[in-house]
């Protein structure tokens, strides 16, 4: 049975000493957040603990990284969680999701499993509402919070019964974002025309995702808002931090390269509608919504919501909004200290993907090569820290070597 009270044989020194006293973090996922939540974590004194992976993964390389003595083939998939939890030789551990299939596994979990394992993370249906992007669009409309227009799609016949506009800037969206991604490598699938949208229908379906229709909202990066944050088990908001998107990558339906925290009140209203949405549902934990700001009538619109820590949480953390600490506190029974002010005018960059940024900016006339290089000056990373730089450097390494692979099968 895996253990938690001592580091894995090549772990880089024994689990955070400083943090023996405090209920140690377990977190669940390999991504860019994942890294946020051991450095923030550790930083404060807290032991952050993850599964082991692959002694080339870019997580291992962090001073932070601490795992349990297990080896990698034998780590749990979500389904597994349960089971997982229960042969553990550790008296207690707040869960931290880092993935939507782990904040689901969280969520369903026995309540006497959450009992000894506590974690900020709201109740399955809640958390359902928000992962199933056919049941967040009901909610939406029921709610009347504007939203794009959404068609739920389950056959031919779905998409036949159409009007000629709803193909029009369209595309198909995944109802479960996290597995589809995973199967296709893809976030959307855009489509021109009901012709075209029946054939990707027909190949979408062999992944076994269910698959909507969504309007898309035209617009440059900007248009782009988040609201980000904790909602403690009150249904409190006890953090909010918002930022706008400046730069994207790929176009259209890629991830943030370059964003800069801006002043709430800039997002008053969507902030007004979260807080309805979250009501309705009974949510509780950390969140990233994304809105869109529609100028066809003047609407910002939800896109969507994360049930989990986000990539950016470190930048929050750095302009002063602590979510994983709240999230921490709460879990445990605590009261989070509520943190509404943060610093203004920061900008974050996501080095590796906003280079690419460049030429078509230029071209667009979107940005000069003076303002895209000032942005840079001005902005964190990230990925990199400075007491803490390996990671960043094998995930550059890394991409770079996907890259290079993809344009050679071409």
């Known amino acids: 049975m895996p253990r938690l009270d001592s580091p894995r044989a090549d772990s880089p020194g024994p689990l955070n000493p400083r943090g023996a006293d405090k209920t140690p973090v377990l977190a669940f996922g390999r991504t860019i957040n994942t890294l946020s939540v051991l450095r923030i974590f550790e930083r404060q004194g807290i032991r952050a603990i993850v599964l082991p992976y692959e002694k080339n993964d870019f997580l291992v390389s962090s001073r932070w990284y601490r795992t349990i003595p297990t080896l990698p083939e034998h780590s749990p998939r979500p389904s597994e969680l349960a089971e997982f939890l229960r042969s553990l030789h550790l ?65 031919v016949e779905d998409l036949q019964g159409l009007p000629d506009e709803h193909f029009v800037n369209a595309f198909f969206k995944p109802r479960d974002s996290w597995t589809f991604r995973h199967l296709t490598g893809k976030k959307a699938i855009p489509i021109r025309g009901r012709a075209e949208a029946i054939a990707q229908f027909h190949e979408l379906r062999k992944t076994g995702v269910g698959l909507l229709l969504q309007e898309f909202i035209p617009g440059p990066a ?71 700001f529609d100028e066809r009538d003047g609407l910002f619109k939800i896109i969507e919501v994360n049930a989990r820590p986000w990539w950016y949480v470190g930048f929050a953390y750095r302009c002063g909004v602590n979510v994983l600490r709240m999230a921490y506190d709460d879990a445990l029974g605590l009261s989070p200290q509520p943190v509404m002010d943060y610093s203004l005018d920061q900008g974050c960059i996501y080095a590796y993907y906003d280079w690419r940024t460049i030429v078509p900016s230029l071209r667009d006339r979107q940005l000069t090569m003076r303002s895209w290089l000032r942005s840079w000056v001005r902005s964190s990373e990230l990925t990199f820290e400075w007491d803490d730089p390996a990671p960043a450097i094998r995930l550059f390494i890394a991409l770079a070597r996907e890259e290079a692979d993809r344009r050679l099968r071409r």
């Open 91 to 155: 008296g207690r551990a707040v869960l931290m999701p880092c993935g939507d299939d782990w904040a689901m596994a969280i969520a369903a979990l026995d309540p006497a499993l959450r009992e000894r394992f506590p974690a900020p993370v709201a109740g399955p249906d809640a958390v359902g509402v928000l992962l199933d992007k056919a049941r967040f669009a009901e909610v939406l409309e029921r709610l009347k919070i504007p939203h794009p227009r959404t068609t739920r799609i389950d056959s």
């Open 222 to 292: 900007g248009v782009h808002h988040y609201i980000e944050g904790f909602v403690d088990r009150h249904g409190r908001f006890c953090g909010v931090f918002a930022r706008r998107r400046m730069r994207i990558y790929p176009p259209a339906f890629g991830a943030s390269t370059y964003t800069v925290s801006i002043p709430l009140r800039e997002v008053a209203g969507q902030k007004e509608n979260l807080e309805r949405l979250f009501d309705a549902i009974k949510y509780r934990g950390i969140f990233s919504a994304e809105f869109k």
